[in-house]
């Protein structure tokens, strides 16, 4: 394991990229029945707000991709005014182990290149 990633492990870098924490995509079955979402799942939405959150607010900040999922415009409720995560050391296995090189405009995302 590289230095960087002991560092992303345990505790939030001092410039962040909080790109991923900003919106989510999602299998649209999932808004209207949460509790197919195994636990890790249902973790996720529940510590970024998701499930709060109406969904004709989502719905307004939503758009539909290729894949048949939904792109929601939705800032993590975790993540404070600078963008640090208020959780890190206790965020959701999702989090973790998201590869946000995977993500469409990775190459922008300075920590998206480990």
Known sequence: MSRLDDELESEPVSSPCFKCCLDIDIDP??????????????????????????????R?????MSDG?????????QLDELGLCRIYAQR??????????TRTGAAACSRCTR
Request: glycine share 4%.
């Open 29 to 58: 079955i999932y808004l209207f029945f949460p509790e197919r979402l195994d636990e890790a799942g249902q973790e996720f939405m529940r510590v970024r707000g998701i499930d709060d959150a109406r969904l004709a607010d989502l």
């Open 69 to 77: 999922k939904i792109k929601i415009s939705h800032r993590c409720q």
């Open 92 to 101: 959701p296995q999702i989090c973790r182990s998201y590869d946000c090189s």
């Open 60 to 64: 307004n900040h939503a758009i539909m």
